[in-house]
């Protein structure tokens, strides 16, 4: 069988549903017959096994073959990638398609790209392929690389060449100088190879330090690029400030490499608790070095609780300051949002590059009207809180009900389950299970594909599978068209049988939980079918389905006020400070 040490070429596929190992053409790995002066081979990209090596996985083969038959192949490939992600969530570093999206726009149209840590390929995935284009990849994780080459391949009409090895230590394509460049490397890597490659001619800004990987994989993106080419990194925020750093930095200001300090909200990207950067880069040529950097916060776009941040303003906000930017080589000043920093103000001793210590905060010219309306806003909610608060609960004699399963009840007919799927329209609302635990709007997003997509009905009760809480949650008109998320389950009653606050509320008790929850070494998972329910009459159903749906308004004011009381201390201590609000 072939097995690829050099970058394989990977060409277009000739039909959508063409099977990817048509595509993969290995690169022969040829023997010196002299001792190497160059980097060492990279390591095997990519293993076809042997039939005897494919025996044990013949029926989940043939299954996979099964799927690809019926949804396609790059539609099959997007499922069970999905599935893989999900059952590791720990082995990766996913980078959101959103975010992946925005790097691409960012760098623009290029005719060759390159990924050097490409990870499940989602940056080469946004790009704009078309044939004729190049894409590169390289990861040091063998199986990394071969998925995705096998993904673009699929997924874009362009020429792929991937590779697998350490791109600082053994980089494939040294003499590739690319159109654009998109990374989201490694963060805090302490063994990058500081110690190997102190002469390496990739350090044209500066030898970076022990601490420094990122800027190591600065350098490494401009060293690829053509001139004129622009690279665009996702970096964390700590390499804009640290500094062990600095004289780097400086120097990338002072030849016009570094070009634009993007600050993203929190939760955009892993590790979500922290507000990550992207930096825009450009390999200069013989036109004079800009004498201005843009520097953007999009920190005011950060979702409130566990949702990601409001994509489509933060998309708007960052290109709309780029390009405008871009064009005129500086920007007036956005307030609070976006300005163009002369170069020689940013080059102190500290050559600090956090976009918010260099932007005024956004002027607030009505802040104690703003602070006075949220006020009475929260004054109302507590009122409101106060009249739904339940009455004395009245005692009552212990009831034995005959009970019935979810699982039952779906056999029976007088209920549907459904499970969120991994794909659907992108413009669809993705509800998931951290907006159901949050009692919030639909905030997620899918990738893109055939697979058609599980959509919530007003009446659905949809119960989130992993964590162990006791949570479920009605659907109303507002949330009802969303798509289900990942590890949600839906329940669809049949109204004639089932009320469906009566359903949700039973299915919130600690105890029915607890009897059906499993345990994995690092997670709660809930099996729904063996969730109970007292047989009871539909009029009697609808009375303890009234009580429930009391106690679910009650639980919503609750989280209206603690949100609202929130905004009010957080705009008081603001106000306070920056000199909008008098302290009387």
Do not use: K
């Amino acid at each position: 069988p072939p097995v690829v040490h050099s970058p394989p070429t990977l060409h277009p596929p000739p039909t959508p549903s063409a099977t990817a190992a048509a595509h993969v053409t290995p690169t022969p790995n040829t023997t010196p017959t002299q001792p190497a002066t160059t980097s060492p081979a990279p390591a095997q990209a990519l293993h076809t096994p042997t039939g005897p090596q494919l025996l044990p996985s013949a029926s989940l083969l043939r299954g996979a073959a099964e799927l690809a038959a019926e949804v396609g192949a790059r539609q099959a490939f997007e499922f069970l990638l999905g599935r893989h992600l999900d059952a590791n969530p720990r082995q990766y570093t996913l980078t959101p398609a959103e975010l992946a999206r925005l790097m691409a726009d960012l760098a623009g149209p290029a005719s060759t790209v390159l990924d050097p840590a490409c990870g499940t390929g989602a940056l080469l995935r946004a790009v704009d392929a078309r044939p004729g284009q190049e894409l590169y990849a390289q990861d040091s994780a063998s199986d990394l690389a071969a998925l995705t080459a096998l993904r673009l391949a699929l997924h874009s009409r362009a020429t792929v060449r991937g590779a697998a090895d350490d791109t600082l230590r053994a980089d494939a394509y040294p003499e590739l100088r690319a159109d654009a460049v998109l990374c989201h490397p490694p963060f805090n890597e302490r063994n990058w190879g500081h110690d190997e490659l102190a002469y390496d001619p990739r350090w044209e800004y500066g030898f970076p330090a022990r601490t420094e990987s990122e800027l190591a994989w600065v350098q490494h993106a401009l060293a690829r690029l053509a001139d004129g080419g622009t690279a665009v990194l996702l970096m964390p925020p700590a390499a804009a400030s640290r500094r062990s750093g600095r004289r780097i930095r400086a120097d990338l200001l002072r030849r016009g490499a570094l070009r634009a300090v993007v600050a993203l909200p929190v939760g955009a990207a892993p590790p979500y608790n922290i507000p990550l950067h992207v930096w825009v880069l450009h390999r200069p040529d013989r036109t004079p070095a800009a004498p201005e950097v843009l520097l953007v916060d999009t920190g005011r776009f950060a979702a409130e609780g566990r949702g990601g941040p409001d994509w489509a303003a933060v998309r708007e906000a960052v290109l709309d300051a780029w390009r405008a930017f871009d064009r005129a080589g500086r920007l007036d000043e956005r307030p609070g949002l976006a300005r163009s920093v002369p170069v020689i103000e940013l080059l102190d001793d500290d050559v600090d590059l956090a976009p918010a210590r260099h932007l005024p905060p956004a002027a607030v010219a009505d802040g104690a009207e703003q602070l006075t309306a949220v006020r009475e806003r929260l004054g109302a909610t507590l009122h409101l809180t106060a009249d739904l608060t339940p009455p004395p609960a009245a005692p009552a004699p212990g009831t034995r009900w005959p009970l019935t399963t979810i699982g039952e009840l779906a056999r029976g007919g007088a209920l549907m389950m459904r499970t969120g799927g991994n794909g659907g329209h992108a413009r669809v609302p993705v509800l998931t299970d951290h907006d159901v635990l949050a009692g919030t709007a639909p905030s997620g997003t899918l990738p893109e594909s055939e697979e058609e997509a599980v959509l919530t009905e007003p009446g659905d009760v949809v119960v989130p599978v992993l964590g162990g809480g006791s949570v479920a949650r009605v659907i109303d008109d507002a949330t009802g068209g969303a798509a289900l998320g990942r590890n949600i389950v839906l329940l669809r009653p049949d109204r004639t049988a089932l009320d469906p606050w009566f359903l949700a509320g039973f299915l919130r008790g600690t105890a029915n939980n607890r009897q059906a929850s499993s345990y994995a070494s690092t997670a709660t998972r809930l099996d729904v079918r063996r969730l109970q329910l007292p047989r009871l009459p539909l009029d009697e159903q609808r009375r303890y389905g009234a009580r429930f749906r009391a106690l679910d308004e009650f639980e919503r004011a609750l989280r209206h006020a603690s949100r609202l009381g929130e905004q009010l201390v957080r705009g008081m201590y603001d106000g306070l400070t920056d000199g909008t609000v008098a302290p009387d």
